[in-house]
């Protein structure tokens, strides 16, 4: 649930820097068109016109340009105005923070009771191995069961440290198991 809050989060920040992106681009675009696309009329009759525009566009076509760039630029504009009221505010800001601080505590709690079953587990781990040494006594075959457990082991986040951590440990009950003798 956290990683969707977080990914939306970067979705829509990522969708706001394309729309801001997109609508410099189209501005630029559009000066760009304006400047170079021009045909330069005379509006008094004192002032002649001295500045030609070899590839001006006819006044329809520059003013139909000129209407499709304002169009554009407002519904990107529009679109940017979305963006940004759709973006966290504050106050879920406050709402993540304690929504982290439980799971923090979620953690802490859950790596406690790991502890307490690995104890537990150690435990009866000597239990049965006391259990076994008096069941086939002193004469008998001593079977050793392995007393170390994962108990080195603890919660992390961090998934490669995990599997690590288990290819580790399958190592060490691998190397024990080998070192464990059955007596004739």
């Keep these: 649930m956290l990683n969707e809050e977080l990914s939306t989060d970067m979705d829509r920040i990522t969708q706001l820097q394309d729309a801001i992106l ?9 000066i760009d068109y304006i400047t170079k696309r021009t045909e330069f009329e005379q509006t008094s009759t004192k ?4 500045l030609q525009t070899p590839h001006a566009a006819n006044r329809q076509e520059y003013k139909a340009s000129i209407e499709t760039f304002v169009q554009d630029i ?23 923070a304690n929504r982290l601080s439980a799971l923090q505590e979620e953690l802490a709690q859950a790596n406690e009771e ?3 079953a690995l104890a537990q587990s150690e435990e009866l781990l000597l239990e ?18 392995p007393t170390k457990l994962l108990s080195t082991t603890h919660i992390d986040i961090d998934d490669d440290q995990k599997q690590n951590q288990s290819q580790e440990n399958q190592g060490e009950m691998a190397v024990e198991e080998d070192n464990t003798m059955v007596d004739p």
């Design 22 to 30: 997109d609508l410099l681009t189209i501005t630029s675009t559009s």
């Design 74 to 96: 407002v519904r990107r504009s529009k679109d940017i105005k979305k963006l940004i009221e759709s973006l966290p505010r504050r106050d879920d800001s406050s709402q993540r």
């Design 128 to 145: 049965l191995q006391s259990a076994l040494d008096q069941a086939l006594g002193e004469d008998s075959p001593s079977v050793q069961i």
């Design 47 to 50: 002032i002649p016109t001295t």
């Design 114 to 116: 790991y502890k307490d």
